[in-house]
C-alpha cells in the first residue's frame, strides 16, 4: 500500500538556501527520492558544488544565484527554474540568518535584514510558485521555522519574531491554498550542526554542552536528519496534512 507513496521522480523542487547546511539536507532526501532540485543561494560557487553532489543521485539539478529578499530576483529565478527544469512542484522556503544581539542593542537594518531574509523571502517565493503549481493541479510548500517560533530568545529578538511568523505564514496559505491542492507545513529544526550554529558556538561559552543537556536524543541534529521529513512533507503521503509546524529536535521542544 506504501509503495510509491514517497516517489518525487517527474517532480521539481525549489530548495532556498539548498548549498549548505539543512537546505542541502533536505534537498539529498528530494533528490534521493527522484525529484529534481534547483539549488538557490547568493553563493554561486557553493550553489555549484552542491549540485555536483545531487548530481550523483540521479535528476537534474540547477544552481541558480538569488537573493531571496529581492523581489525581482525571486521572480527571475522562479521565471527560469519553470524554463529549465519544466514545472514546480515543491518549495522549500530555508534561507535563513541569525544575527545574535538582545532587543536594545539590535539596529533596526540588522531587524529588517533578519526579517526579510527569514520571513519575507518565504511571502516572496511562496507568492512566486502558487500559480505554477495551481495551474499544475497542486504542490508541496515546507517553510523552515525553528524552536524559536516556539520559545523567546533574549539574544535573537528579530530572529525568534521571523520564526514565529513563519508558523502563522504557513497556517494562513495552508488555509488560503488548501482547495488549490497545495499543502503548506513548517519544520521546526532544534540544535543542528551547521555553519549558523558554529557562529553561535564561536559566541556562545559552553554551548555545544548544554545543548546535549538539554536534548533528549542527548546528539546535536545533522543536516541529513532532515531528508526523511522533507521527503514526507513532498510526497503524496502528505497529501491530508497541512498548517502543521513539526519538530525536528530530538525532543529538545518538549524538556520543561
Ligand atoms: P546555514 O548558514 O548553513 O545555511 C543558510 C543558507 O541560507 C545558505 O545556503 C545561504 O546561502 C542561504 N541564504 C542566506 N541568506 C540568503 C539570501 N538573502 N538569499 C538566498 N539565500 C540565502 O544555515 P542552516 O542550514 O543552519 O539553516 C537553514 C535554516 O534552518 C534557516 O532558516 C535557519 O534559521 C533554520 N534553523 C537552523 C537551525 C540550526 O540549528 N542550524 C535551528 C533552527 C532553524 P548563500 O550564503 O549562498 O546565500
Given at each position: 500500500m506504501t509503495a510509491g507513496l514517497f516517489d518525487l521522480n517527474g517532480k521539481v523542487a525549489i530548495v532556498t538556501g539548498?548549498?549548505?547546511g539543512i537546505g542541502l539536507g533536505m534537498a539529498r532526501g528530494l533528490a534521493a527520492a527522484g525529484a529534481a532540485i534547483a539549488i538557490v543561494g547568493r553563493n554561486e560557487a557553493k550553489s555549484a558544488d552542491a549540485v555536483a553532489v545531487l548530481v550523483k543521485a540521479g535528476p537534474k539539478a540547477l544552481a541558480v544565484a538569488a537573493d531571496v529578499t529581492d523581489e525581482a530576483a525571486v521572480d527571475a529565478m522562479v521565471m527560469r527554474v519553470r524554463g529549465e527544469l519544466?514545472?514546480?512542484d515543491i518549495l522549500v522556503n530555508n534561507a535563513g540568518i541569525n544575527i545574535r544581539k538582545p532587543p536594545e542593542s539590535l539596529d533596526p537594518k540588522e531587524w529588517d535584514s533578519v526579517i526579510s531574509t527569514n520571513l519575507t523571502s518565504a511571502f516572496l517565493c511562496s507568492r512566486a510558485v502558487h500559480a505554477a503549481m495551481k495551474a499544475a493541479g497542486g504542490g508541496k510548500i515546507i517553510n523552515i521555522g525553528s524552536m524559536m517560533s516556539i520559545f523567546g530568545a533574549s539574544f535573537a529578538p528579530a530572529y525568534a519574531a521571523s520564526k514565529g511568523g513563519i508558523v502563522q505564514f504557513t497556517r494562513s496559505c495552508a488555509v488560503a491554498w488548501a482547495t488549490d491542492n497545495i499543502q503548506v507545513n513548517a519544520v521546526l529544526p532544534g540544535w543542528i550542526d551547521t555553519e549558523l550554529t558554529k557562529r553561535a558556538r564561536e559566541q556562545i561559552e559552553g554551548l555545544h554542552d548544554k545543548v546535549l543537556a538539554r536534548t533528549p536524543a542527548a546528539r546535536w541534529g545533522v543536516a541529513d536528519d532532515f531528508a526523511g521529513i522533507a521527503t514526507f512533507l513532498a510526497?503524496?503521503?502528505?497529501?491530508?496534512?497541512?498548517?502543521t509546524a513539526i519538530p525536528v529536535d530530538g525532543g529538545y521542544s518538549i524538556m520543561g
Open positions: 539548498g548549498n549548505g519544466g514545472r514546480i510526497s503524496g503521503a502528505s497529501d491530508f496534512v497541512t498548517g
